[in-house]
């Protein structure tokens, strides 16, 4: 598989064209074992997931912590993620899949493509595709990648009519909520028991059984699934907004935006501008763009392949040109100076993310596919 991005525009954007080709996706699931990572940042945690593309913006003040648990049975990936702090995050799964998000039941305020997922709501995307998720603080979810023509040929002998043909154009789908409730129990048990029997390249048989068990409890929750209620058309708009806002910021770093520009670029007034923030977000337009910008600065200080070596030239070329007020405000976002940030990149720091099993965190930013 191919290195990570390399230049500037990867750090902060996904990337459409060179995703995993049909001989990185044979490679997948290689590696047998529970991987365990924690993290301390937002970009880690992001790069921790094997063979996605992922980019996250931490929008809640204070420390990060996060846990993945990752295992690959095969080209089947299932892992439990918990994060937290409120995020807003794209990704944009493998080629040739499905993904499924089950976020534990009882979790406000988490959205999909902008609309909630409430308790007996899942989410959904298909291999190569953009999605966009916002997730609150305190948040977990149990997440299921499996092969399409997999997942396809298995519904075909198990579900009546096979997989409704509709299924891959939804971002959502409501399932009964007992059923939901018992895939999550199944899949954590599963990896549970995975982790704690410390299960090698050996146990073939084990993990054979493991995946069928795996896949017969997706079809369980999948055999009551149905298309989600069609959001408010004006929450899916302001969601669009709210899209459009942060790739014309991304896509003008060096350009001092303010609420007059979004409006001019967007069409809308200064008091709409301010209710779809804080319909959409909670915030209004400045603090959003303020840490967008902040996160920015965080992965180019992380990241071993940014240009950036210094926090002055990091901070100015996403705009910030007072340092002082830079740090402080990059201290209340994120919980640290910008220099602890920056040695973390090093290795220097005791607090560098701590991979408890198998791959370091660099491995799996590895697996990402480069533009």
């Known amino acids: 598989m191919s290195a990570r991005p390399k230049q500037q525009g990867p750090l902060h954007r996904l990337c459409h064209e060179g995703l995993l080709d049909s001989r990185c996706v044979d490679q997948l699931g290689a590696e047998v074992g ?18 996605w593309q992922q980019l996250y913006d931490q929008l809640s003040p204070g420390d990060f912590s996060g846990q993945l648990r990752e295992l690959w049975l095969d080209q089947l990936q299932c892992f439990e993620e918990y994060t937290n702090r409120a995020l807003r995050q794209s990704c944009i799964v493998w080629p040739g899949a ?11 305020n988490a959205a999909c493509e902008g609309s909630h997922l409430e308790d007996n709501l899942i989410a959904i995307s298909r291999g190569g595709a953009e999605f966009e998720l916002t997730t609150p603080d305190d948040f977990h979810i149990m997440g299921l990648v499996i092969p399409h023509d997999e997942l396809t040929a298995y519904a075909n002998t198990t579900l009546d009519g096979g997989l409704p043909e509709t299924l891959g154009c939804e971002s959502r789908l409501q ?10 129990r199944h899949q954590r048990t599963l990896l549970n028991e995975a982790e704690r029997c410390k299960l090698g390249p050996a146990d073939v048989t084990a993990y054979r059984f493991m995946r069928h ?10 055999t009551s ?19 459009q806002a942060r790739d014309f910021a991304m896509g003008h770093p060096d350009e001092p935006l303010g609420v007059a520009d979004l409006c001019q670029y967007l069409g809308v007034s200064r008091r709409t501008l301010q209710n779809i923030f804080q319909n959409t977000l909670g915030i209004c337009p400045l603090t959003y763009l303020k840490s967008l910008r902040l996160n920015a600065v965080r ?29 402080v405000d990059y201290g209340k976002l994120f919980g640290e100076k910008p220099s602890a940030t920056l040695l973390r990149r090093s290795g220097l720091s005791a607090t560098h993310p701590r991979v408890v099993t198998r791959r370091s965190t660099d491995m799996a930013c590895n697996a990402m596919p480069s533009c």
């Not at 499905?98 to 406000?108: H, K, R, S």
């Open 225 to 243: 699934a149905t298309p989600a209620p069609r959001p408010q058309r004006s929450r899916h708009q302001h969601w669009r907004v709210v899209r």
């Open 98 to 108: 499905y993904w499924f998000g089950v976020p534990i039941p009882n979790q406000p």
């Open 34 to 51: 529970v991987n365990i990572y924690e993290t301390h940042d937002s970009f880690e945690q992001a790069c921790a997931i094997t063979a």
């Open 175 to 184: 399932v009964d909520p007992l059923r939901k409730q018992r895939f999550i």
């Open 213 to 222: 068990e795996l896949q017969d409890s997706l079809i369980d929750m999948l």
């Open 299 to 327: 992965r180019e200080l992380l990241s071993p392949e940014s240009r950036y070596h210094a926090i002055q030239d990091a901070a100015s070329a996403w705009g910030f040109w007072h340092m002082s007020q830079f740090a």
